[in-house]
Each structure stands twice: as C-alpha cells, then as structure tokens.
C-alpha cells in the first residue's frame, strides 16, 4: 500500500477510535463474566462466545465500511459474525467444538489482523499495535488447536484470559489513536487529513 493510502487508512481508523474501545470493552466484558461465574453451564457459555464474537464482528464491519481500504476489515467482520451466529444457532455443542470455534475465530482474527498492520505500514506506531494483537491471535489460536484434549475448566480459563488480554490492547489502541491524532467523536477522517497535509 501507498504512504498516501495508509496515511488515509490510519486517519480513518482513528476517526473511528471509538469502536476500537467499544470493541475493547465487549472484550473485556465477556472475559470477566466468564471468570466470575466458572460454574456456567457449557450451554451458556457458547451463547456468550457466540454473543461475543457477533457483536465484534458487526462493530468490526461498521469501522470497516467508513473507508476505501477495507477489505481485511470486512474480512475481520465477516468471520466473527459468522462464527458468532454459528455458536448461537447451535448452542449444544461439545467442549471439544467450542474450542476449535474460538480457535478457528482467534486464527482468522490473527492473519487479517497482520494484514492490517501491514497495510498501515511496518514503521508506524499503530501497525505495531495491530500486529501484536494479530500475532497473539494467533499464538492463542495455535495454543488451543494443539490441545484439544484441554480440559473444560483450563480451556475456559484460556479463553477468558484472552478476552480481557484482547480487550485491553483494543481499549489502548483506541485510546492512543485519539491521543496521537486529536481526533474527537465528531470529527471525519477526511479532515484528519487536510490538517496533516497542512502541516
């Protein structure tokens, strides 16, 4: 990608920082649910999962669709969606299955990811942040695939873990999106880039 394309990438992305947050929070939220109730049933734990992954990928869609460059982040969207609607539509699955959603998910979630580091440009700041998210994803993704035989309480403490982990680097990324370009609630990515142009 051009330095111009990545530049309007970026500015978009923390036009929208706020949806990093959001996504950040949801994160955060289902990781400390499942941690403070271990004594779900697997049941309402693939409806969480399930919940969680669908509410991630539609923000994930509605940060995609504010700009030209979005194809990894609709790809992002997609996946979460479907997988999401998958573990709500067929909720009685085994612990088994549960783990290789969240894995195939957090897979996906890690390559698409990178990409978008890549895209944004492998000197910049907030690349890195995308990056190390992807690269944990994945590292996540492999850890529970190479284990399949994990049990129940382990494979749940993985996935809260991670959830809060997630969420916590998506809160911070939006975060310092806001803080390194000024850019409030109100404010477009295309003005980002006049101002930066005018510098």
């Known amino acids: 990608m051009r330095a111009d394309d990545a530049e309007r990438l970026r500015a978009s992305l923390a036009a929208r920082w706020w949806t990093l947050v959001i996504r950040g929070a949801l994160s955060m939220l289902f990781g400390v649910a499942v941690l403070v109730l271990p004594d779900i ?3 309402v734990l693939v409806l969480f999962v399930g919940a969680w992954l669908l509410a991630d990928g539609l923000l994930a869609l509605a940060l995609a669709f504010t700009h030209a460059h979005r194809r990894f982040q609709v790809l992002d969207g997609a996946v979460g969606v479907a997988i999401g609607l998958i573990a709500i539509m067929h909720p009685n699955v085994s612990g088994l299955t549960l783990i290789v959603i969240v894995a195939v998910w957090a897979i996906a979630r890690g390559v698409l990811q990178l990409l978008l580091a890549m895209d944004l440009g492998s000197r910049k700041r907030g690349a890195w942040n995308f990056g190390a998210i992807g690269a944990g994803s994945l590292v996540f ?10 049990g129940a309480l382990a494979a749940i403490g993985l996935i809260a873990g991670f959830a809060v982990l997630l969420g916590l680097a998506y809160i911070s990324t939006g975060f310092w999106l806001e803080q390194s370009t000024g850019v409030g609630l109100s404010h ?6 006049d101002r930066r142009r005018g510098q």
């Open 41 to 43: 049933s697997l049941l």
């Open 141 to 150: 993704g492999a850890l529970l695939l190479s284990n399949p035989g994990t």
């Open 188 to 193: 477009e990515p295309s003005r980002v880039i």
